[in-house]
């Protein structure tokens, strides 16, 4: 089997943390031109957009020249830009890092913010701001937590170490402690282990959860709760939850199908809006509280705790009216 040629580094620098967008042209097409095909190619972005761009002479070639308009269509050819990128709400809370070595940095990142650029979160992303804040453009993330979910993420510093650190979540050898507040039930027997099969549709925000071989298993634990109090506030559990697997929303999903959704979800158990940009009242009641593994690189054993904590359980009446 013949080895892929790597594509080659990129002529241009990051921006704001963020990496400038690869394009390799296909093998074949009935494009003359380069403009052409990536009039077609991004014409999500307007095809006025485009040719904007190759007249300021912002979409570049490997040598990191500006390639013109009329330079005629190669087959396997690179070129490098940078979209512009609209203004981002940013999000107001601090972005802590508990580790930090010449191969790894974990970050206790804050409900909010996404872990990675997409979509319509790019530059306020945990990824983004480490690199600016940290001085490292290399820094790649090993895994991701969700947007609304708090707490520990792993990065890796040097790209050549990267799948290393990757497999160890793809073959389960981190173990991943969350906590969660969402409301108690007497009679919901714990601790128990749950599994079922969870499908994320492409385009969808909800997980669903469907007949088949269990893809996904969490183990749910309660470690405490508080009777109804004043302000409305319902009877709270808290709640400790390791998943053993990594499926899209698997907690959400979960603790949903028990009958104890977690507070603030905006999808489960039923679809409301997204949480806009903007909005950060009432933050998902889901902490990723513990990550520990043995380092693939080094041999050397970590356990990482976070430092934040969840606000409905201290003060639901501050935390239900978004304060």
């Known amino acids: 089997m013949r080895r892929r040629t790597p594509p080659p580094p990129s002529p241009l620098p990051q921006r704001h ?168 039930d007497a009679a919901l027997a714990l601790p128990r282990t749950v599994r079922s099969r969870i499908v994320k549709e492409r385009g969808v925000l909800a997980a669903r959860q469907v007949e088949g071989e269990p893809n996904a298993v969490s183990r749910v634990e309660l470690t405490g709760h508080r009777p109804p109090g004043p302000a409305d506030a319902p009877a709270l559990g808290r709640y400790r939850l390791v998943p053993a697997t990594g499926q899209t929303h698997q907690l959400r999903v979960h603790m949903s199908a028990l009958g104890v959704p977690i507070l603030g979800d905006p999808l489960y158990p039923e679809v409301a809006a997204p949480v806009p940009a903007g909005d950060f009242r009432r933050p998902l009641q889901l902490l990723a509280r513990e990550l520990a593994f043995t380092d693939p690189v080094t041999g050397r054993e970590h356990r990482f705790l976070s430092g934040r904590s969840l606000g409905a359980w201290a003060a639901y009446g501050e935390w239900a009216g978004g304060q």
């Open 17 to 184: 943390g963020v990496d400038p967008v690869r394009v390799r042209l296909p093998a074949a097409g009935p494009w003359a031109t380069v403009r052409e095909h990536l009039v077609e190619r991004l014409s999500g972005a307007g095809g006025g957009t485009v040719e904007g761009m190759f007249a300021a002479g912002r979409i570049v070639g490997a040598d990191g020249r500006a390639v013109a308009a009329d330079a005629p269509y190669e087959p396997g050819m690179y070129v490098w830009f940078h979209r512009d990128l609209p203004p981002e709400v940013p999000v107001p809370f601090p972005l802590e890092v508990v580790y930090r070595d010449e191969h790894i940095v974990v970050a206790d990142k804050p409900h909010f913010l996404a872990t990675t650029p997409r979509g319509g979160h790019v530059t306020e992303t945990v990824l983004a701001r480490l690199r600016r804040e940290l001085g490292i453009p290399a820094l790649g993330a090993a895994h991701r937590l969700d947007r609304l979910t708090a707490g520990l993420v792993l990065f890796t510093v040097r790209p050549e170490e990267r799948g290393a650190y990757q497999s160890l979540f793809r073959d389960r050898l981190v173990r991943k402690e969350y906590e969660a507040i969402a409301p108690y």
